[in-house]
């Protein structure tokens, strides 16, 4: 059982090393560097590989599995990196940012997409400096280390709502230099992502390899989820998923299968669903699903993609009415996006202008051939 001081404070930092130095030393600078457990981990999952074989200048075009030539690439070459692009490195680096595990993000089935490095770090309390552990962990085991080491019991109720249990096992015993070689408390995880799927089980792992690569965003045709091959892995003794054992322990990768549909139905992983940029573009939630007339009146801004139309991939048609001031009129009537892909409906020097910004790449222009004359007018845009 360890023990807590009862002044208790949490901290999250991400990105850079740089204000991770900085929080530290603020801890330090307190006096409680001692008494403050420090979790560390080196990424937040594997390097993504939507970049394609050749790489991008905008990132939303290839999660569109827009491939975008070299040539067209090179146009943007002095300006790379800069506020003028989302580039994105092509999955020869990605996959050499996975090294040594098979596949990358996007696959749940190998350790390229979910494996990282990670430090822990309590100075008063964790006796065993530069020790190492090889024990299997998840990253949901983390707030179960936190309660314990600090006494704290999960919440039964957050204001008057009851909490479903905390998923996940304590990895503080792993603290002990004694239990530097036990065996692992975290004994089943499933992994499920895009219908790839896996199930580590006391040392073995089953996995599903992607019916194609992942920057083909599921563009490409699909199997049915039920004839995904599977292969099974002991990671006790392989750590990179390198040799295969399904032909040798049929039975082994049976009993794992079927252990997946257990802690499928369990975490509500179910239906299973291998489609991608549908299920990436589908509001969740969206207060207008089903709704096909959108009726705003004065100025309004900032409405969320999941309550605003969705004009992509479908027939449409924006109508605006406005009275122009004897003056002459300019500005916006309806707009969504920015830089890296939308569209814009608008008035320059009172004519009516429609362009659509095709991720970055394109733009296409519409425009009235006269101004309007002051008075009311229906402005309409049909695609």
């Known amino acids: 059982m360890f023990t807590h001081q009862a002044d208790i404070f949490g901290a999250y930092a991400a990105y850079t090393d740089h204000e991770i130095g900085r929080v530290i030393q603020a801890v330090e600078d307190l006096g409680k560097l001692d008494n403050t457990l420090i979790i560390y981990i080196s990424g937040d999952n594997g390097t993504s590989a939507e970049g394609a074989t050749i790489g991008t200048v905008f990132d939303m075009a290839a999660i569109q599995a827009i491939m975008m030539p070299v040539d067209a690439q090179l146009k943007f070459y002095n300006v790379l990196g800069s506020d003028q692009t989302t580039p994105h490195m092509s999955v020869a680096w990605s996959w050499a940012f996975d090294t040594p595990f098979k596949w990358t993000k996007q696959v749940a089935s190998f350790f390229g997409g979910t494996r990282q490095g990670m430090c822990i770090s309590w100075p008063g309390h964790i006796k065993d400096l530069g020790g190492i552990r090889s024990q299997f962990h998840h990253v949901i085991d983390i707030v179960p280390t936190i309660l314990e080491v600090t006494g704290i019991p999960a919440p039964e109720y957050v204001d008057g709502i009851k909490q479903a249990p905390i998923e996940g096992v304590s990895m503080a ?27 580590y089980h006391n040392g073995w792992i089953a996995v599903t ?13 699909m199997p049915p989820l039920n004839q995904y091959k599977w292969e099974l892995y002991n990671i006790a003794d392989d750590f990179s998923e390198n040799n295969d054992l399904a032909a040798q322990n049929p039975d082994k990768l049976k009993e794992l299968q079927g252990l997946f549909m257990e802690e499928a139905k369990k975490y509500q992983v179910l239906p299973l669903d291998n489609s991608i940029l549908e299920r990436a573009f589908a509001p969740r939630p969206s207060a207008v699903a089903g709704l096909t007339k959108f009726t705003y009146s004065g100025e309004i801004s900032g409405i969320p993609p999941g309550n605003a139309p969705n004009p992509v991939g479908k027939s449409y048609r924006i109508t605006a009415d406005v009275e122009i001031p004897p003056t002459g009129a300019e500005g916006i009537l309806n707009t969504l996006g920015g830089r890296f892909g939308g569209y814009g409906f608008y008035l320059v020097k009172g004519k009516p202008v429609f362009t659509y910004n095709l991720v970055g790449l394109e733009r296409f222009r519409w425009a009235g051939p006269q101004a309007l004359t002051p008075g009311k007018h229906t402005i309409v845009f049909d695609f």
């Not at 230099?177 to 790839?196: D, I, L, V």
């Not at 390899?209 to 045709?221: F, N, R, S």
């Open 173 to 199: 015993y792993t603290f002990d230099s004694a239990n530097a070689n036990a065996p692992s408390k975290r004994e089943t995880q499933y992994f499920e992502m895009f219908g790839n799927r896996a199930l």
């Open 209 to 221: 390899p992607p019916p194609q690569p992942p920057w083909l965003m599921g563009t490409g045709e």
